[in-house]
């Protein structure tokens, strides 16, 4: 006697089936593990991209910080092993600290501006001839009360020294550049004079910029109480900016 005699055909469907169901719910298992499976690499790798993402990012601000700090480090470096070049180094040591800390500022004081801009022009020495002509004079007043008060905005010389050391012909023995700072009855000046070179300047595509930037700085913080001047006379460029401190400090204080 068959084994399929002694077992009915109606259990042997049963078991068939349950076999089925055993089959089917456990490929069902296996599915929603692979899928969770899959779900969780997915979250792991989303986690990681975004955990990636925020480190850059605050390496990123790090380096922001730590870069000019890291230059100033490398120029002291440099400073300790050339001696000859001390004078000049200890000058861009100064302005770098005044463009990374105080240009920040909305306002600095006529004396910090004046102290940037010497040691700006004593930078760009090393650039011109020993033969080259260049006079720096200062007409101030220290005793005037608004000298070391924080009315003047910073770097707002830069631009008439920076102009006069591009368009002067640096090597020719008839140039010239002359600079004088003034401050007197409270009111900042700086006149800048060069002989024009006679070879054309090198056009940039930023040229210009610096001189619409600056009015527009002296338009916008000084309103009226500011004047700027640049003209030609025979062949030198003269450029004159007046500033009043004191009719500015009055509408400050009036507009509080």
């Known amino acids: 006697m068959s084994i399929t005699n002694e077992i009915p055909i109606q259990l042997i469907y049963i078991l068939l089936g349950a076999g089925f169901v055993v089959i089917v719910f456990f490929t069902y298992l296996i599915g929603r593990l692979s899928n969770s499976e899959r779900k969780k690499k997915l979250l792991e790798t989303k986690f990681q991209e975004l955990e990636d993402r925020v480190n850059a990012l605050q390496l990123e601000k790090l380096e922001s910080k730590l870069n000019p700090h890291l230059f100033k480090n ?51 020495k090393i650039k011109v001839s020993p033969l080259f002509e260049l006079k720096v004079k200062t007409k101030i007043n220290e005793a005037e009360p608004l000298y070391e008060q924080k009315l003047l905005t910073p770097l707002i010389s830069i631009d008439l020294i920076e102009n006069a050391f591009k368009h ?10 002359s600079i004088i700072f003034e401050f007197n009855d409270n009111v900042f000046c700086l006149t800048v004079a060069n002989k024009i070179s006679s070879k054309p300047p090198m056009k940039k595509d ?18 009226n109480h500011f004047k700027l001047d640049k003209f030609i006379e025979d062949d030198v460029f003269i450029s004159h900016l007046k500033i009043n401190l004191l009719e500015h400090k009055t509408q400050m204080l009036a507009a509080r």
């Open 74 to 124: 490398i120029l002291n470096s440099i400073q300790s092993h050339a001696y000859q070049t001390y004078f000049a180094l200890d000058k861009l040591a100064n302005v770098l600290d005044y463009i990374l800390y105080d240009s920040r500022k909305k306002y600095v004081t006529p004396k910090e501006e004046i102290d940037f801009a010497l040691n700006l022009i004593e930078i760009n």
């Open 168 to 177: 002067a012909d640096l090597q020719s023995p008839n140039a010239f550049i």
């Open 206 to 223: 930023n040229s210009g910029l610096g001189s619409e930037i600056l009015e527009q700085r002296l338009k916008t913080i000084y309103k």
